[in-house]
C-alpha cells in the first residue's frame, strides 16, 4: 500500500502566560499538547485516534491539515511536508469535524461551487464531482434548499460532500459522529467505507469504541499528548476489547483509577 | 488569486441577500430610522418651542397707552389686550406663575403724557417703568413677551427717531437685505450636520455587518472550514473587507437618502427659508462623485478597521462590545471637520475619519482642492489596506482563530 501520511515526531507547545502555570501546576512557560507523536497511514487505510478529551487528537490533526502550525517535527502528506508546502498539503487534505460549520444562509449548491472555486477547482470538474456526490448522498433535491432549513442528516451529507469537493488523497475527521443521531451516524460511517474503498487514506478520531473496531485498519491512543500505542486492533486488543485495553492502558499511563 | 478574493467577495454580498434580517437592519433600517428620528426632533422641537398657530395671546394691561395699544391691536399679533387695575396684579401674576395665561404689562398712569414730559437732561427722577411679567417656562408667555417688547421698544425708538435702518428701497423692494440664497442658507445647515451624519452613518452600517460576518463566523466555526483551503488569507480578508464594504455602502446610501427627506422636517420653518433650494444648487456633479468615492474609500476603511476588532473578538457579543465604544471617537472626529478652520493643510488629510470630515466640508463650502481630496481618499484606501494586511494575518495566527 501507498504511504500517504508520514506523520514524525509532531510536537505542539503552547505558551503560559503564569496565571495559567500556576492554574495547571507546570513549571516551564509553555504546554506540550502534543509530544513527539508519530505515526504512518496508506490507502485504503482507515487509521484511528483514541484518546480522553484534551489528549492532543484534535490538535495533531490540525497540524496535519496546517491550521496551526507544529512547533516540532513534521509530517508528510501525499509526498508534501506541512511545514515546507502547507498549500500542497492543503490541495491534499479534506477535514470535517462534527460540528457542520457550514453557514446557515447558503444551499449545498452554493457552498459546493464556492469552496470549488476556493480550491481553484474548473467548473466543469466541480460541476461533475457536485453531481456525483450529490447523487451519492441523496441531496439532488434538497441542492438548492439553505442548510439552514435543512434536517440533520442531509446537513450532514452536504457537509461531507463538501469536504471532499477537490477529491483530496487523505481525509480527517475530528469527532465526526458525535453529537449526531443514529441515521445521520450511518451516513458518516457508510461514507468513512465508501472512502477507504476508494483507496483514500482516512485519519478518524472519535470516543466510540465499537466505530473504531469496525471500521479502524489501525488504531493510534494518544494519553496527555503522547502516542502511547499504536497498531491493528487485533494486535492492541488481543483477547480484550478494544475498551478494556484502552482503558488498561489509560491506568498504566496516568496511574489514574478509571 | 482574483477568483478567490471575487468568489468570497461574492459568498459576503450572497449571504447578506439572504440574511434578510440583517439586510433590512443594515441597508434598509438607518434610512428609515434616520428620517424618524429627525422627523420626530424636529415635530418634538416644534411642540417644545413653537406655539399653536390659532393661539390668542392673553395680555392683561394696567394703564396700556393708546399708542401701544394701537400697535398691538392690529391684525397678525393675535393679541387679546384685556384691561386690568392695579388691584388685579397680584392675582394676574399668580395666574402667570400657574400657566393660566400669558402676560402683565404695566404702565405708569397717563404713560403717553409722561414719557413726553420726561426730559433725561432735565430729570431729577427717574424716566418712567414699564414692568413687563410674563413665564418663560409657558411657550406662549415667551412669546408674548417677545410680541409686546417688540412692540415697545419700537415705541421707545421712536421718540429718539433720528435715523433708519433697512427701509425698502429700489435695491430692496421687499426690504430683504440679507444676500444668502436659498442654496447658502441649505449649505449652512449642511455644513453643520452633513459630515458627521455621512461618516456616522457609514459606520453604523458598518458596524452592524463586520461583527456579524467576521466574529460570527470565527463563532459558528466557519472562518476555519474557510482556511482549511488553498486560499490565501489576504485573499480571503480582502473579499471579505470588498464584500461587506459593498453593503456598508448601500446602508450609508440609504441614511444619506433618509437624512435629505427629513432635512425640511428636522428644523421647523426651513422650507419657508431655503424656498425651492435643492442638494444640486449646492454640489456639482463632480462633487457628488467626490462624495461618493470619499464614502468608498470610508466604508473600505471602516470595514477593515472593525474587521481587525471582529478578528480579535471571540463572539459577535465581544465584538459588539470591543466595537461600540469606538463609535465615540469615530463622532468626535467626524465632528472635527466641521468645527475647525484652518485645517487645509494635505497633513490632515491623511488622518482618516477626520480627513473625509475635513473634504466633505470643503465640497460644502467651494472650497475644496483636488489634491486634498485625493490625498483624503488615497489615505482612506491606504490604511484600509494596511488594516486588511493586518487581517489577513490574524487569520494565519492560529492562537486568534482557533483560541
Keep these: 500500500m501507498k504511504e500517504i501520511l508520514d506523520v514524525r515526531g509532531l510536537t505542539k507547545k503552547f505558551k503560559l502566560n503564569k496565571k495559567q502555570q500556576a492554574s495547571k501546576s507546570i513549571s516551564t512557560p509553555y504546554f506540550k499538547a502534543v509530544d513527539d507523536v508519530s505515526f504512518k497511514s496508506y490507502e485504503g487505510e482507515v487509521f484511528g485516534l483514541l484518546g480522553p478529551n484534551g489528549a492532543g487528537k484534535t490538535t495533531t490533526m490540525r497540524m496535519i491539515a496546517t491550521l496551526i502550525n507544529a512547533s516540532e517535527g513534521d509530517a508528510i502528506v501525499n509526498g508534501h511536508s506541512i511545514v515546507k508546502k502547507p498549500l500542497e498539503v492543503r490541495r491534499n487534505i479534506g477535514f470535517l469535524t462534527n460540528e457542520l460549520k457550514l453557514d446557515e444562509f447558503f444551499t449545498p449548491n452554493f457552498h459546493f461551487d464556492f469552496f470549488a472555486d476556493l480550491r481553484g477547482i474548473p467548473k466543469d470538474v466541480a460541476a461533475s464531482r457536485k453531481k456525483a456526490l450529490f447523487d451519492k448522498f441523496g441531496l439532488g433535491p434538497y441542492a438548492d434548499v439553505k442548510i439552514g432549513k435543512l434536517s440533520q442528516g442531509n446537513k450532514q451529507k452536504a457537509s461531507l460532500a463538501i469536504s471532499i469537493v477537490h477529491d483530496p488523497a487523505i481525509v480527517i475527521f475530528d469527532e465526526p459522529t458525535n453529537g449526531l443521531d443514529v441515521v445521520t451516524a450511518k451516513v458518516v460511517m457508510d461514507f468513512l467505507v465508501d472512502l477507504k474503498e476508494r483507496g483514500k487514506s482516512v485519519i478518524l478520531s472519535t470516543h466510540i469504541f465499537g466505530l473504531l473496531e469496525n471500521l479502524c485498519d489501525r488504531v493510534g491512543i494518544i494519553i496527555n499528548g503522547k502516542m502511547v500505542a499504536c497498531d491493528t486492533v487485533p494486535n492492541l486488543a488481543g483477547e480484550k476489547s478494544l475498551e478494556q485495553m484502552f482503558f488498561d492502558i489509560y491506568r498504566e499511563t496516568t496511574k489514574e483509577a478509571v | 488569486m482574483r477568483n478567490v478574493t471575487l468568489a468570497v467577495m461574492k459568498k459576503e454580498i450572497v449571504r447578506i441577500f439572504n440574511d434578510r434580517k440583517l439586510l433590512f437592519a443594515a441597508v434598509i433600517l438607518p434610512g428609515i430610522l434616520i428620517f424618524a428620528v429627525m422627523s420626530a426632533t424636529g415635530m418634538m422641537n416644534e411642540m417644545l418651542l413653537g406655539v399653536d398657530e390659532d393661539h390668542i395671546y392673553e395680555v392683561h394691561a394696567v394703564n396700556m397707552p393708546e399708542s401701544i395699544g394701537t400697535m398691538l391691536a392690529q391684525d397678525g399679533m393675535r393679541i387679546n389686550i384685556v384691561p386690568a387695575n392695579m388691584a388685579d396684579t397680584e392675582r394676574i401674576r399668580e395666574d402667570i406663575a400657574d400657566q ?271 489634491i486634498n481630496n485625493l490625498i483624503t481618499i488615497g489615505s482612506n484606501l491606504l490604511f484600509a489596506g494596511i488594516l486588511t494586511a493586518i487581517v489577513a494575518a490574524m487569520f494565519s495566527s492560529e492562537k486568534i482563530v482557533f483560541d
Design chain 2, 100 to 370: 393660566n395665561t400669558d402676560l402683565l404689562v404695566v404702565f405708569p398712569a397717563d404713560f403717553d403724557a409722561v414719557v413726553a414730559d420726561f426730559d433725561p437732561l432735565t430729570a431729577t427722577v427717574l424716566a418712567p417703568n414699564v414692568e413687563v411679567w410674563s413665564n418663560s417656562a409657558r411657550n406662549s408667555s415667551a412669546e408674548a413677551r417677545n410680541l409686546v417688547m417688540g412692540v415697545i421698544t419700537m415705541y421707545h425708538h421712536s421718540l429718539t427717531h433720528r435715523f433708519s435702518i433697512n427701509l425698502p428701497s429700489d435695491a430692496a423692494p421687499d426690504g430683504n437685505f440679507d444676500l444668502a440664497s436659498a442654496a447658502d442658507i441649505m449649505a449652512m445647515l449642511l455644513g453643520m450636520l452633513l459630515p458627521m451624519m455621512f461618516i456616522l452613518f457609514i459606520f453604523t452600517g458598518c458596524q452592524s455587518l463586520v461583527p456579524e460576518s467576521v466574529a460570527g463566523e470565527k463563532e459558528r466555526g466557519t472562518l476555519g472550514t474557510l482556511l482549511v483551503t488553498t486560499a490565501s488569507r489576504q485573499q480571503m480578508a480582502l473579499g471579505k473587507i470588498l464584500g461587506l464594504s459593498f453593503f456598508a455602502l448601500l446602508g450609508a446610501l440609504g441614511s444619506f437618502v433618509g437624512l435629505m427627506f427629513s432635512m425640511e422636517n428636522m428644523v421647523p420653518g426651513m422650507d419657508d427659508v431655503m424656498g425651492s433650494a435643492s442638494i444640486m444648487d449646492i454640489f456639482s456633479v463632480a462633487d457628488l462623485v467626490i462624495i461618493f468615492l470619499i464614502a468608498i474609500s470610508l466604508s473600505l476603511f471602516f470595514v477593515a478597521l472593525l474587521s481587525v476588532l471582529s478578528t480579535y473578538s471571540k463572539s459577535v457579543k465581544e465584538a459588539n462590545a470591543i466595537t461600540t465604544p469606538l463609535t465615540l471617537f469615530i463622532m468626535v472626529g467626524a465632528m472635527g471637520g466641521g468645527l475647525v478652520s484652518g485645517f487645509d493643510s494635505a497633513i490632515f488629510h491623511m488622518i482618516p475619519i477626520f480627513n473625509s470630515s475635513l473634504a466633505i466640508t470643503a465640497l460644502i463650502n467651494s472650497e475644496a482642492t483636488m
